[in-house]
């Protein structure tokens, strides 16, 4: 079956660095996404991996190991505004056409 | 505006009711995806258009649920007979086409079944 866990919170204070976490099982592979949804809102397109490695992307980092079925995403110098709810999502080959699973998200909530 | 949008963005409505949502995608692009986030859920893809293709309606919960798209833009979600447990916020995205396209998601549509 298709399976994407994560957290479900985390905490953190402004400044720090934090770190979540994406395991997933799916059935093929074509990329691996992570979303931010603030409370109310659209989720936004924070960044994507395909081959494994490290992709930077300013405050945010995002991580993908293939063979471990793993990703995860950084968030440096963290800030207030940086409280979300952040989405991990795979693009799985045999999913209908390069619609995504989704995890359930996780709940960050930044502290000052 | 340049984003996806959506319409409405709250409706109530009464147990055994129709309902229809509203999606106006990004202009230009070609793919259409229709999700929906439960309480506590991750997002739940639904249904999927891809040009003038047939569309993927593998995700629909039940045949209550079905979806349009025409002319290639807007589309429209239609959940018939509404029960309890369709309440959820209803989300589309567009992407430029299909493939490793990023898709941009609407501010989404809360439905709430009484």
Redesign the interface.
Known sequence: GQN?DQPTEMTATEGAIVQINCTYQTSGF??L?W?QQHAG?????LS?N?LDGLEEKGRFSSFLSRSKGYSYLLLKELQMKDSASY?C?V?AAN???????????TTLSVSS | GAGVSQSPSNKVTEKGKDVELRCDPISGHTALYWYRQSLGQGLEFLIYFQGNSAPDKSGLPSDRFSAERTGGSVSTLTIQRTQQEDSAVYLCASSLEEGLETQYFGPGTRLLVL
Not at chain 1, 41 to 45: G, H, I, S
Not at chain 1, 95 to 105: D, E, P, S, W
């Open positions: 994407i074509n990329g996404f979303y809102e659209a989720p936004t397109f994507y395909v989405l999502a693009s999913q209908a056409g390069t619609a995504l699973i989704f995890g359930k998200g």
